[in-house]
């Protein structure tokens, strides 16, 4: 008697680059090695052993087309994706990337019977009419940024194709995201990133967020955890199909400094605010999750200490092997 191969599950990752992408990649081929993976970016990039890396454009629908047939892909998570400071510099290519790029996964997901899809959203949904604290799982959302306004419609849209084709398309509306493997990418809650780069290399940073702002944070390895209990959860526990609120801690630039200074005694911010003090300004301070925590039981393991120990500890390692 033969025992037949399973079948592997072929994944694209669309943005593999990315501080997220490039991580998922990595945890994915690391977790599931039953997957066969395909990287893509815009530009030839780093792609973890094991894994196929091709260059791709996701406006490019054409190309996007041919790669999902040649592969049989299965599954996709798209990541690609203009950041909320770059999108306000450049609204009109924003929205074109965020919005038709999106659609293109939709549409030949549909087509080409992908079995799972996972687009991410962002806190960047809400806006000034949504509370402050502790934002509920439905509240009012009026994104005041191109970025934003792209997210929230991103969600309807994941949701249309849910109730409409019956795709199975899965998200979660990330806070900041801070991790040491990549540099920053352009985002509002990029100086929670910044910060530590700087405190290395100099001592010293120069906040362009003021000291008392709050924002929602979590570190890289939770965000990937918390993408992956998603996508393997049962779809009959998931009661939101437009995004998933997520979080796992809160904290000004000021706490942030004060928990890199117990570590470094004489580091030192200051504070020059400039365009993104106005995006903050629009996003909540305190994000409630417990829908996610109900439904498929996500749960963080990151706080602010372990995050700064975590930053610091492979930030330190990685300047001394460039020595």
Known sequence: MHNTPKERTVTLIIGSSGQLGSELASTLLKERPDKTLICSDLHQGPAPDGAIFETLDVLDKSKLEDMIRRHGVQEIYHLAAMLSA??????????????????????????????RVFWPSSIAAFGPGTPRDLVPQWPVMDPRTVYGISKLSGELWCQYYVQRFGLDVRSLRYPGIISWHTPPGGGTTDYAVEIFHEALRCGAYTS???????????????????????????GERLSVRTSYNITAMSFTPLELAEAIQRRLPHFQIDYRVDFRQAIADTWPAVIDDQVARDDWGWNHHFDLSALV???????????????
Not at 86 to 115: C, D, P, T
Not at 217 to 231: G, N
């Open 86 to 115: 770059k999108g306000e510099q450049n609204s009109a290519m924003a929205w074109r990337l965020n919005m038709e790029g999106l659609l293109n996964v939709l549409e030949l997901s549909v087509k080409y019977g992908v079995g």
């Open 309 to 323: 120990d975590e930053m610091l500890t492979n930030l330190a390692a990685i300047r001394e092997r460039q020595r």
């Open 208 to 234: 362009f967020l003021q000291a008392h702002t709050r924002l929602p944070m979590m570190y890289i390895d939770d965000a990937v955890r918390a993408t992956l209990e998603l996508m393997q959860a049962d």
